[in-house]
Nanobody, 125 residues
Framework: QVRLVESGGGSVQAGGSLRLSCAASGSANSFYLMGWFRQAPGKEREGVAS???????IYADSVKGRFTISQDNAKRTLYLEMGSLKPDDTAMYYC???????????????????WGQGTQVTVSS
C-alpha cells in the first residue's frame, strides 16, 4: 500500500519561510502527478501547487512568486518551499499523488488518489 507522509510544518511569523516535505513509501512505482493542497478551518480545501513530470507545474494565484514545488525522484520526495508567508497561508497542508496517467498538472483534488495525513502551518502577524 502506497503512503505519503508530510513533514516540515510549524509556526512562523509573517514574512518567514518554511519547507514542507512529502515522502512516498510502500510502492516501487513513482507518482505520475503530485500536488500540495491546504485547508484552513471553516474553508474548502484548495490546491496550492501541482507538478507532473517535473516540467509541468502550476500554482494557485495566491501563492505564485512565493511558493515553489519540486521533487526528488531518487528520494521519492515532494517539496514545497514557502516564502514571504502571510497569516492567510495558515492551514493544514496535504500532499497528494496519483500513480496513473493524468494529462496535466492539476489543482483539483479529483485527479489524486493518495493523500497524506497533513502538516500544520501557522503564520502569525
Amino acid at each position: 500500500q502506497v503512503r505519503l507522509v508530510e513533514s516540515g510544518g510549524g509556526s512562523v511569523q509573517a514574512g518567514g519561510s518554511l519547507r514542507l516535505s512529502c515522502a512516498a513509501s510502500g510502492s516501487a512505482n513513482s507518482f505520475y502527478l503530485m500536488g500540495w493542497f491546504r485547508q484552513a478551518p471553516g474553508k474548502e480545501r484548495e490546491g496550492v501547487a501541482s507538478i507532473r513530470g517535473s516540467v509541468d507545474i502550476i500554482y494557485a494565484d495566491s501563492v505564485k512568486g512565493r511558493f515553489t514545488i519540486s521533487q526528488d525522484n531518487a528520494k521519492r520526495t515532494l517539496y514545497l518551499e514557502m516564502g514571504s508567508l502571510k497569516p492567510d497561508d495558515t492551514a493544514m497542508y496535504y500532499c497528494a499523488g496519483r500513480l496513473g496517467y493524468w494529462s496535466t498538472a492539476s489543482l483539483s483534488s479529483a485527479g489524486y488518489s493518495t493523500w497524506g495525513q497533513g502538516t500544520q502551518v501557522t503564520v502569525s502577524s
